[in-house]
């Protein structure tokens, strides 16, 4: 097992936890972690855009003037696509983009962002973090003495001083354990791990 420091909000080192090799020492494939960020970003695509075609625009079926006699061209309802405020042929309908991949290979995935991290030695585990009051300026303060710039911050239970406090700085983000994913992961260049979320990682993925 992998014995990763644990430090506290100024940076100082309070004890050491094992990271099991089960979750943290996976051989990493890209194609593996770049299969699950695709369906993620796939699942964030809005597919919202729309227009109405002739059956939804709303307007009388009556015919506008004779077929015949008029030397127009031959007309039919108000709704036709050629006329303004007709409706549209060819443009888009709402769709949804997402797709799954089997669970397996998400969670196989999830392991390896987190392997990936631990190689490249961009793991901190903080033994603790609370706030008594929702403050910016305290998240930016322990950022700093950390040195932590871009980062990802896993809690293990839900703490809303700390999600709000942090929620307008800039590069960081406060996810709860059973949140986090792949692509969360990887963007941040940093991993701060509560001490009790590494319990509810293993309990996430060992299970």
Request: glycine letters at 8%; aromatic letters at 4%; hydrophobic letters at 40%.
């Amino acid at each position: 097992m992998a014995v990763v420091d644990i430090v506290n909000s100024a940076g100082e080192k309070v004890s050491e936890i094992d990271l099991n090799d089960e979750i943290y020492n996976v051989p990493v494939k890209s194609s593996v972690l770049h299969q699950v960020v695709n369906m993620q970003l796939a699942g964030k695509r809005a597919g919202s855009a729309s227009v109405k075609h002739r059956s939804d625009v709303r307007g009388s079926q009556r015919k506008l003037f004779r077929q015949k006699g008029t030397g127009r061209a031959r007309r039919g309802n108000i709704k036709s696509p050629l006329l303004r405020g007709g409706g549209v042929v060819f443009g888009p309908d709402t769709k949804s983009w997402a797709y799954k991949v089997p669970k397996k290979v998400r969670r196989q995935a999830l392991k390896m962002a987190l392997s990936s991290k631990l190689q490249d030695d961009a793991i901190l585990v903080l033994d603790n973090l609370e706030f008594e009051e929702i403050k910016t300026r305290a998240i930016v303060d322990i950022t700093g003495s950390l040195n932590v710039e871009n980062a990802l911050i896993v809690v293990d239970k839900q703490d809303e001083k700390l999600e709000l406090s942090s929620r307008n700085v800039p590069h960081i983000k406060v996810l709860r354990c059973e949140g986090l994913n792949v692509y969360d992961i990887l963007k941040y260049k940093k991993l701060v791990l509560l001490e009790g979320s590494v319990k509810g990682i293993e309990g996430r993925l060992l299970s």
